[in-house]
């Protein structure tokens, strides 16, 4: 079945550090990838997503590159900010099914000032 | 235009009670899906509605679960009766069904989440 892998959290970071959370995942076919964040106090939101192998999502600063070769989709950030203080949460959809998501346990992320 | 919302925020009831949680998707969204994340481990599937339909229930841990969108409107999950490991966080989501051009209607469409329910069974 299909399953998705990603970092034991939290991520604890100063202000305008480099941010990589990563994530793996396994599934049959070709599926779609996402990362979802989830605010504190919030519900899950799309962060970014990737339809096809060598894709790049991009949203917010973040980005994610869909590698089947190591089928991977690692989230990454130049510069966080306190703002980014979240769980993230990458899943992906498998394409021959109805699109239900199939989630990694979340990564806490903690940027200090 | 309002987006998903779930009720209760929270809920605790103690053991052998029973819960119902409440989803209204976005106004015209046909699929709508509840997932539910229990304390440190994945967010997982549950089931899948296409309008009134149950689509895939595959998800549902046992017959102690019933979720109903009669009208396929809004959604209820009733939890009878409620177990200790039943705690957790309850999300639902929604997403239209939206053709493509010469494709007929797809439905691979973003999930909107609400702010899920927090249920704690004491």
């Known amino acids: 079945g299909n399953s998705v892998t990603q970092m034991e959290g939290p991520v604890t970071l100063s202000e305008e550090a480099f941010l990589t959370i990563n994530c793996t995942y396994t599934?049959?076919?070709?599926?779609?990838l996402f990362w979802y964040v989830q605010y504190p106090g919030e519900g899950l939101q799309l962060l970014l997503k990737?339809?096809?192998?060598?894709d790049k999502g991009s949203n917010k600063g973040f980005e994610a590159t869909y590698r089947k070769e190591t089928t991977s989709f690692h989230l990454e950030k130049g510069s966080v900010q306190v703002s980014d203080s979240a769980v993230y949460f990458c899943?992906?959809?498998?394409?021959?099914?109805?699109?239900?998501?199939?989630f990694g346990k979340g990564t806490m992320l903690l940027v200090s000032p | 235009e309002a987006g998903v919302t779930q009720f209760p925020s929270h809920s605790v009831i103690e053991k052998g009670q029973t819960v119902t949680l409440r989803c209204d998707p976005i106004?015209?969204?046909?699929?709508l899906y509840w997932y539910r994340r229990v304390m440190g481990k994945e967010i997982k599937f549950l089931l899948h509605?296409?309008?009134?339909?149950?689509?895939?229930e595959s998800g549902m841990p046992n017959n102690r679960f019933l979720a109903e969108r009669t009208g396929g409107t809004y959604s209820t999950l009733k939890v009878q009766p409620a177990e200790l490991e039943d705690s957790g966080v309850y999300f639902c989501?929604?997403?239209?069904?939206?053709?493509?051009?010469?494709?007929?209607?797809?439905?691979?469409?973003?999930?909107?989440f609400g702010p899920g329910t927090r249920l704690t069974v004491l």
């Open positions: 599934a049959t076919g070709y599926p779609s």
């Open positions: 989501a929604s997403s239209p069904i939206v053709g493509l051009a010469g494709a007929g209607p797809s439905i691979y469409n973003e999930q909107f």
């Open positions: 990737a339809t096809k192998a060598d």
């Open positions: 509605f296409v309008k009134e339909s149950k689509q895939d």
């Open positions: 899943a992906l959809s498998d394409r021959s099914g109805y699109s239900t998501l199939t």
């Open positions: 106004s015209g969204h046909d699929n």
